[in-house]
């Protein structure tokens, strides 16, 4: 039997590419709409790319480099990964995880997936 959550025979590298797009789209917009499972699946990328983002380093901006896709931003004129330094990651400066939220809402009409919103705190 086929794996349940592996729709579409989706590979590893395939993945990892939808994860860094929803991961920079949601520390540029604040939060997106998608299926539970991605929602499930980014929400510890998102975590680890903030916490890099309150330590400030070139070390940590490197590796954040590696990982987020660099887009404009709408903000400040900055790019996504300015503005994880710059706007996001101070303010959780005296948070100690937990940075996002996702809240479950009513299934997708055409296929009926189960969708959730998952948002920064």
């Known amino acids: 039997m086929a794996n349940p959550k592996q729709v579409f025979r989706r590979n ?3 993945w990892n590419h939808v994860e860094r797009s929803l991961v920079t789209d949601l520390i540029v917009h604040g939060q997106l709409k ?3 499972e991605r929602a499930k699946r980014i929400r510890s ?3 680890k790319m903030i916490t890099l983002g309150k330590k400030n380093t070139l070390s940590t901006r490197r590796q ?3 990982f987020l896709r660099i887009i404009p931003t709408k ?3 900055k790019d996504s990964l300015q503005y994880l330094f710059d706007v996001v ?3 959780y ?3 100690n995880g937990g940075y996002t939220r996702i809240i479950k809402i009513s299934n997708r009409a055409g296929d009926n997936a189960k969708m959730a919103i998952i948002k920064l705190v």
Do not use: G, I, Q, Y
Request: no cysteine; proline share 5%.
């Open 89 to 91: 990651a101070p303010k």
């Open 75 to 77: 903000n400040e004129n």
């Open 12 to 14: 590893t590298e395939w």
């Open 93 to 95: 400066a005296t948070r």
């Open 64 to 66: 954040a480099a590696k």
């Open 34 to 36: 998608t299926t539970l």
């Open 45 to 47: 990328s998102a975590e």
